[in-house]
């Protein structure tokens, strides 16, 4: 059993999921467990950042309107757009990156389509 999403943004486990939200969270500048609301903390979220419709969002249900597909890919973009050479990254690292195209591709498809990304 695992998280799937619609567009072919995800489709993994609900653990590596949120292995990969906690490095996004660490590569734009903060920690998300036991620090962010919802995530054991108590920061407040800031609901303007790029980021937040995606690392704030539930893990297993709801969706991601177009307008926030839009800010996610801009988010992930920002994270893609530093990544290292292929040769100066680990193994996870690298599968990391590829997450971040795939979810991309998924939210692009999406936007393109003017439908939101469903979480099942």
Same mark, same amino acid.
């Given at each position: 059993m695992g998280l799937n999403t619609t567009h072919g943004a995800w489709d993994a486990s609900y653990s590596t999921f949120q292995e990969w939200r906690e490095w996004l969270a660490?590569?734009?500048?903060?920690?998300?467990?036991n620090n962010m609301v919802g995530f054991g903390g108590d920061t !407040?979220?800031?609901?303007?950042?790029?980021?937040?419709?995606?690392?704030?969002?539930?893990?297993?249900?709801? !969706?991601l309107t177009p307008l926030e597909c839009s800010r996610t890919v801009k988010f992930l973009s920002s994270i893609t757009e530093?990544?290292?050479?292929?040769?100066?990254?680990?193994?996870?690292?690298?599968?990391?990156?590829?997450?971040c195209e795939r979810f991309i591709k998924g939210c692009e498809k999406a936007i393109e389509n003017k439908q939101s990304i469903l979480f099942q």
């Open positions: 660490n590569k734009a500048g903060f920690k998300l467990r !407040e979220w800031d609901e303007s950042a790029d980021y937040y419709p995606l690392l704030s969002h539930s893990d297993c249900d709801g !969706e530093k990544k290292p050479t292929d040769k100066d990254l680990s193994f996870a690292e690298k599968f990391q990156y590829q997450r």
